[in-house]
């Protein structure tokens, strides 16, 4: 079996296809895999560190905004998409899938459309609640439209055909075991943070994270702490050096643009602050976390606050919404958190209820069928 994987922009939408990935390459490992990603994004590290080939297209989003700047952007974009076209192609000429696999992002358009015009089976994942561009532009020439959230069909053209499936988490994340984690990460007995706005970076989370590090380091570093910054945070470590915390100082505190080693540092944790993408969600459910959700206001359709209230309602986490996000607000939640064991354990409990543990299965499925007819 050979397929190719497609998807990227963030992480939302590359982890996803690797943890199908890393599935069928236990599962079947004479497949042939490679991922088809943007030269020069995110997916391109993140892919050929875990074990996959990597061929990247030249091609960019096109901007929604009414300005000049757009429209250059845009004319930009559009001789891309041409090129891209040509290199998607060769690829698939060179490769020759049995299937592709998109899940989502604008780099997962010129590869699956090429391949359906090569009469190559396609298929998409959609993650979220309400679906993004590029896969409902790809649903229909796909063969399956799958989906995480069931609610998310009625975005889509209702002649696709649809399979529920859950949101496919990574292996490493599955089987991450919180006292292992632990001591591979140095920590003390001390209650662990894990805090993150996105590969990206979100400055409202970054200010109000700013301002717990420095009421942590006041206080008497009760907690460890691990967060990334993301991409466009790099402010954030002049910020925190101009408030007088030297970090080389604090043992307790780990501040960094990405986190790499994901599966070690969320098994690790007590408590997690974070954005409320689909992905997210998924895995702090599998490895059964309390979390505080932030959710992006700059979202299609507000959907991370519709993901984020299904974990409160079920009494797995904590929500502020980032128009009342200050530092003050998540100090004394984070404070309230950490004073209860009892109620952390509640959370960790009713977040692995949550957990759907055979969606890597569910896509594998799909896949096979498709290739054996």
């Avoid at 007590?270 to 932030?294: F, H, N, W």
């Amino acid at each position: 079996m050979k397929i190719i994987f497609a998807g990227g922009g963030t992480a939302g939408h590359i982890n996803p296809a690797l943890a199908v990935a890393q599935f069928i390459r236990d599962k079947e490992p004479n497949t042939k895999i490679l991922y088809v990603g943007s030269k020069g994004g995110m997916e391109e590290n993140l892919v050929q560190n875990s074990g996959f080939d990597f061929k990247g297209i030249t091609i960019s989003g096109f901007s929604r905004k009414l300005s000049l700047s757009s429209l250059k952007k845009n004319m930009v974009t559009l001789k891309r998409v041409f090129i891209a076209g040509r290199e998607s192609e060769n690829i698939i000429n060179e490769f020759k899938p049995d299937i592709c696999v998109g899940t989502g992002g604008y780099v997962s358009g010129p590869i699956l459309r090429k391949a359906a015009k090569m009469e190559i089976p396609i298929v998409i994942h959609e993650q979220n609640a309400y679906p993004g561009v590029a896969n409902k532009m790809l649903s229909k020439y796909a063969k399956v439209v799958m989906l995480a959230i069931p609610v998310a069909k009625e975005h889509f053209n209702q002649k696709c055909k649809f399979i529920s499936t859950g949101n496919p988490v990574r292996k490493e994340i599955i089987l991450a075991q919180r006292d292992k984690s632990r001591k591979k990460l140095n920590l003390d007995e001390r209650p662990l943070i894990l805090s993150f706005g996105g590969s990206l970076g979100a400055r409202k989370v970054n200010e109000a994270i700013e301002g717990l590090i420095v009421h942590n380091v006041e206080n008497g570093n009760k907690f460890q702490h691990i967060h990334a910054y993301g991409k466009y945070g790099k402010w954030f470590l002049d910020d925190i050096k101009d408030k007088g915390i030297i970090l080389s100082e604090h043992k307790n505190l780990d501040i960094r643009e990405y986190i790499d080693n994901m599966s070690e540092c969320l098994a690790a944790a007590d408590l997690v602050i974070c954005r409320a993408g689909a992905i997210t969600l998924s895995e702090l459910q599998i490895q059964g976390k309390p979390s505080i959700l932030i959710p992006s206001p700059n979202v299609a359709e507000n959907h991370q606050y519709h993901n984020a209230m299904s974990m409160v309602n079920a009494g797995a986490a904590n929500i502020i919404e980032e128009k009342d996000l200050s530092d003050n607000i998540l100090v004394d939640t984070v404070s309230e958190m950490l004073s209860s064991k009892s109620r952390l354990e509640k959370y960790s409990v009713n977040a692995g209820r949550m957990a759907i543990k055979d969606s890597n299965d569910k896509i594998y499925n799909v896949i096979k069928s498709l290739v054996d007819n």
